[in-house]
């Protein structure tokens, strides 16, 4: 079946450091793949997504990029803000089955 | 644009009762979801809906019912709540690959 697989534990970092969270995935067919971020005490929102390999989704100085060959779809930001202090998300959708399969997510925390 | 409204927000719930979260979207998305959120464990399927009428179990069942009787409403039922079901719950609805979520309902069961 499909599933997500994100790096383990919280990210802390200084603020204007380079961010990289990990994403890898395994899934049948061809999905395409998406990161969420979450704010504290709101729902989830779609931060940037790639629906075909080599794509290359991009949002608010963020980026990834679809890697089918190393199954990956890691995040990453060159100059993290303290807004940027969130759960992020990585997840795929596959064509057949209808539904958005998640990672167990990771918190960033940025300081001043 | 509402989008997604679910309610409660918030409820407390004694173990053995029972409770209807509510899900409402105004895309007229066919599509719609319920997950839950525990800490670690990431978003877990509970139940989705692929239409007007229609049903179908995720990952995570168990311990719930789930009806769309109308094509915007999606509502989540808990029969016998547990404390295993402490939970924050989230709502979703999708059209092609846009997935709007919901901002979520915190469900504390003692």
């Known amino acids: 079946g499909n599933s997500v697989t994100q790096m383990e534990g919280p990210v802390t970092l200084s603020e204007e450091a380079f961010l990289t969270i990990n994403c890898t995935y395994t899934?049948?067919?061809?999905?395409?793949l998406f990161w969420y971020v979450q704010y504290p005490g709101e729902g989830l929102q779609l931060l940037l997504k790639a629906t075909k390999a080599d794509d290359k989704g991009s949002n608010k100085g963020f980026e990834a990029t679809y890697r089918k060959e190393t199954t990956s779809f890691h995040l990453e930001k060159g100059s993290v803000q303290v807004s940027d202090s969130a759960v992020y998300f990585c997840a795929l959708s596959d064509r057949g089955n209808n539904r958005l399969a998640f990672g167990k997510g990771n918190q960033v925390v940025v300081i001043p | 644009n509402a989008g997604v409204t679910q309610t409660p927000k918030f409820r407390v719930l004694k173990t053995g009762q029972s409770m209807t979260l509510l899900c409402a979207q105004d895309?007229?998305?066919?599509?719609m979801y319920w997950y839950r959120q525990d800490p670690g464990m990431g978003l877990r399927l509970i139940h989705y809906?692929?239409?007007?009428?229609?049903?179908a179990k995720g990952e995570v069942p168990d311990g719930y019912n789930v009806s769309r009787l109308k094509k915007q409403n999606f509502l989540l039922g808990l029969e016998s709540a547990a404390p295993s079901q402490t939970s924050v719950y989230f709502c979703?609805?999708?059209?092609?690959?846009?997935?709007?979520f919901g901002s979520g309902t915190r469900l504390t069961v003692v």
């Open positions: 809906s692929v239409g007007e009428g229609t049903t």
């Open positions: 895309m007229n998305h066919e599509y």
């Open positions: 979703a609805s999708r059209e092609n690959y846009g997935y709007t």
């Open positions: 899934a049948t067919g061809y999905p395409s």
